[in-house]
C-alpha cells in the first residue's frame, strides 16, 4: 500500500513561472501516488498554468487565489497582506497564505469524499529542487515527519538534531526563537489529521517566517515528530531560488527581435 502525497504549491506569474513549474512537474512525474495542487495567485486561472496541468499525466487540481494587499497598516484584516510604512521595516507580506489555506480546505472536501483518507501532505514551493527520496521519506509519517533542508535560512544545511531517535532540538540560526524554525520544505503532515483538525490553516498575524510554526502547532509537537532521511543526517531537498531574470527592452534593441510566444 502506498499512502498518496498531496503536494500543495501556490504559484504567481513572473519570467520564470513556466520553466519552474516545467522542472518541477517533471520530477513529480517520477512519483507515484501523487496529488499536485496548484494554487494560483491570480483573480482567474491563466492558460499558462492550465495548458501546462493538462499536458501533464498528472494527477491534479487546479486553484486560484489572489492575495489582497493593502497600504493601510492599521487595515487589521487578517486576510489582507499588510505592507508597513515605518522606514525601517521593509515589505512583508508572507506568499502562499491563502492559497494554502483553500488547497487546506478543497483536501478536506476531497478526503470527506473518499473512502481511503490516508495520505501525506506537503507544501511544495514550485522553485525549490526535490529529491525523489523525500517522497518515499513521507511515506514513512505516523503523524509529521521532518528532514533536513538544503541552503535555507543562511545555511547550507538546517536541520532538525536528533538524540536517541527524537528530536533534541534545531540548528537554525535564522529567528532560532520560533515554536518550530524549519522551513516548509522540511516537513510532512498526515493527510487525514487535517480532517480531525479542521481549524488548522495558516494565518497572517504572525510574523514573516512563523508560517510552518503556526501550521505544525496544530497537530505536534517537538518530542512527537519523527526524524526522517536517515535520522536527519541526509538532504533531500534545497530551497533553491530562481534567480529573477533582467530582459532587455526589445524597443531599444539595434536589430529586430525573435518575435514573442516561445
Ligand atoms: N508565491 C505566490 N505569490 C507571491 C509570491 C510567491 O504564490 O506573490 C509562491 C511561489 O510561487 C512559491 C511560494 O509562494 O511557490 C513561496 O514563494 P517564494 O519561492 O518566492 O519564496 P522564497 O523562496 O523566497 O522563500
Ligand atoms: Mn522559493
Redesign the pocket.
Known amino acids: 500500500y502506498l499512502p498518496t502525497i498531496y503536494g500543495i ?4 506569474a513572473r519570467l520564470t513561472q513556466k520553466a519552474d513549474l516545467t522542472r518541477l512537474s517533471q520530477t513529480l512525474m517520477l512519483v507515484k501516488n501523487f496529488h499536485w495542487i496548484v494554487i494560483e ?1 491570480s483573480d482567474t486561472k491563466t492558460k499558462l498554468v492550465e495548458n501546462l496541468l493538462k499536458e501533464t499525466p498528472l494527477k491534479y487540481t487546479h486553484l486560484n487565489m489572489k ?1 489582497q494587499k493593502s497600504k493601510h497598516s492599521s487595515v487589521l484584516d487578517v486576510n489582507i497582506c499588510i505592507y508597513k510604512t515605518s522606514a525601517i521595516s521593509r515589505w512583508y507580506c508572507a ?2 497564505v491563502e ?1 494554502r489555506n483553500i488547497a487546506l480546505n478543497w483536501l478536506r472536501g476531497h478526503l470527506d469524499g473518499i473512502p481511503d483518507k490516508r495520505g501525506a501532505v506537503y507544501f511544495m ?3 525549490n529542487t526535490y529529491s525523489l527520496k523525500v517522497f518515499e521519506e513521507m511515506r514513512k509519517i505516523h503523524k509529521v515527519g521532518v528532514w533536513p533542508v538544503g541552503i535555507v535560512g543562511g545555511m547550507r544545511i538546517e536541520m532538525p538534531l536528533v538524540t536517541n531517535g527524537k528530536i533534541s532540538g534545531f540548528n537554525a540560526v535564522w529567528k532560532p526563537f520560533r515554536p518550530f524554525p524549519i522551513d516548509m520544505a522540511g516537513f510532512a503532515i498526515n493527510a487525514t489529521l487535517f480532517l480531525i483538525h479542521p481549524e488548522a490553516k495558516f494565518s497572517r498575524k504572525v510574523q514573516s517566517g512563523f508560517q510552518e510554526s503556526e501550521i505544525l502547532k496544530y497537530f505536534t509537537t517537538k518530542n512527537e515528530m519523527e526524524p526522517l532521511a536517515e535520522n536527519c543526517t541526509k538532504v533531500y531537498v534545497w ?1 533553491t ?1 530562481t534567480q529573477k531574470p533582467s530582459i532587455l527592452n526589445p524597443k531599444k534593441l539595434k536589430h529586430p527581435p525573435i518575435p514573442d510566444g516561445h
Open positions: 504549491t501556490p504559484t504567481y495567485d492575495t506568499s502562499g492559497q514551493d514550485d522553485d530551497h531560488r
